[in-house]
């Protein structure tokens, strides 16, 4: 999703005036036929000039990259700018004008603010530093929550088409999507990576949970899930299926725990898979069906 802001064509401002000057510079010097002086301020125009014309080529191709989205490629220009000519506007106004267009207003003031405090305030270019910096202040406190403003069903299907790993990155990013997660029938009915959903959600999405797919590696895990079905969170728990990985973790203790919490599940749980190959299951038919006494299907391999 792009969220970049429309750009606009800004016609580099480039300050001919020192250029100008200097070209006034060595003319008197030639008059006055002082050559040292001659050779010193033609130098130096020279260099001014390769600075100017370096700026102008830079400035462009940020400006193309930032249209093309490129916008880490398109900031280094804007920062080689910066860092080639400091006391020079063109980098500044190049690079917050590149951050306004990604919505990073409070880094674009900062950019600008450098401008102003670098530049000199004779330059034509520090009125524009000004206004610029004045816009992305204008726009940091202009706050409009989008999610907020999206209908539920439009945000249910963005979560719905989600991974469950980006579910879980996105859980994170503000309490308004966490909140959605957690509401969202669709969202967690289908659970096939135990590793994932532990520990950090699954207390608050288990009952969503349909069909569960326990694949967690690590004792710790497993038992993290094995607490919230004996504490009767998946409440709407249709089928099971545990892995090989679980088969070490099921000591008496815990093959207790998870018949409390087959009993817990008894009226919604018709479907378990027990794939246990190479250490066997120390989980008996008899107290399984006595424990889910609406079991459909049940496997064991």
């Not at 006034?24 to 001014?48: C, P």
Request: proline fraction near 3%; charged fraction near 25%.
């Amino acid at each position: 999703m792009n969220t970049a802001s429309p750009v606009t064509t800004v016609t580099p401002i480039i300050n001919t005036d020192l250029a100008l000057s200097s070209f006034e510079k060595v003319k008197n010097a030639y008059n006055l036929h002082d050559y040292n002086e001659i050779i010193r301020q033609a130098t130096n125009t020279i260099t001014h000039i390769e600075q100017l014309e370096l700026l102008f080529i830079l400035d462009q191709r940020a400006h193309a990259l930032g249209m093309r989205s490129k916008f880490r490629a398109a900031e280094q220009d804007a920062e080689t700018m910066i860092k080639y000519a400091p006391i020079l506007p063109q980098g500044y106004l190049c690079f917050g004008q590149l951050l306004s267009m990604q919505g990073k207003q409070e880094r674009a003031s900062k950019v600008y603010q450098e401008g102003l405090e670098n530049i000199p305030t004779n330059d034509l270019a520090y009125e524009h530093l000004l206004q610029a910096k004045k816009r992305v202040d204008e726009k940091s406190n202009q706050h409009f929550d989008l999610l907020s403003a999206l209908p539920i069903e439009i945000k249910d299907e963005i979560v719905r088409l989600l991974s469950e790993e980006e579910r879980l990155n996105l859980y994170g990013v503000s309490t308004t999507w966490s909140e959605r997660l957690e509401n969202c029938q669709e969202a967690w009915k289908y659970i096939y990576n135990g590793d994932l959903v532990v520990p950090r959600i699954l207390p608050k999405v288990a009952k969503r949970i349909n069909h569960l797919a326990i694949t967690a590696t690590m004792e710790e895990l497993w038992l993290k899930y094995l607490e919230q079905l004996e504490n009767g969170y998946f409440q709407n728990l249709k089928s099971l299926k545990l892995t090989a990985n679980m088969s070490n973790a099921l000591r008496t203790n815990s093959t207790k725990s998870l018949m409390n919490g087959f009993w817990k599940t008894r009226y919604t749980l018709t479907k378990i898979v027990l794939i246990f190959v190479k250490h066997g299951t120390p989980i008996t038919i008899t107290d399984t069906l006595f424990y889910l006494p609406y079991l459909k299907i049940l496997r064991s391999m």
